[in-house]
């Protein structure tokens, strides 16, 4: 995979306060991320209306979710997280992988593997965008403070 222009978006959320800053992130994220949820959802199984319905984007992951993920990146503190995919149910990675007695029915990979390019120019589109959103507030808020006073 490769990235381009991240550098220059990453310059200028720093300019940002960090809360501003992760709000303009989270918010780009999930605009990003919501077609590759929707492609995850329209390859889901049929059958799997559960699991169809539990497919989307979040700040947040079960328990269980939680405790492996904490497990896999360790220390390593992102500033913003948006998770992609199936909900807490056990039917799964069971359904995209399968098992001894059930075929594979990939519905995440190729997902991902389609829309992986997209949602990172997405992403890049979205960054900016919320970014020269943030700046134009932050500068009319500026111009009615100096007024006001």
């Known amino acids: 995979m490769r990235l381009e222009g991240f550098a220059e978006l990453e310059a200028e959320l720093r300019k940002l306060s960090k809360g501003t800053g992760k709000g303009a992130l989270r918010r780009a994220l999930r605009k990003s991320a919501q077609p590759l949820a929707d492609k995850m959802e329209a390859g889901a199984p049929k059958d799997e209306g559960e699991l169809r319905d539990s497919i989307g984007v979040s700040t947040k992951l079960s328990a269980r979710q ?3 993920h904490r497990k896999a ?7 913003v997280e948006m998770f992609v995919g199936a909900g807490p149910l056990p039917q799964a990675h069971l359904t995209e992988f399968g098992t001894s007695n059930q075929a594979p029915q990939p519905f995440a990979r190729p997902a991902w593997d389609s829309d992986q390019q997209d949602m990172l120019n997405r992403l890049k589109a979205e960054l900016w965008a919320e970014i020269e959103k943030t700046v134009k507030r932050a500068e009319a808020r500026a111009a009615r403070a100096a007024r006001g006073r």
């Open 66 to 68: 939680r405790k492996l």
């Open 73 to 79: 990146v360790r220390d390593d503190k992102a500033s």
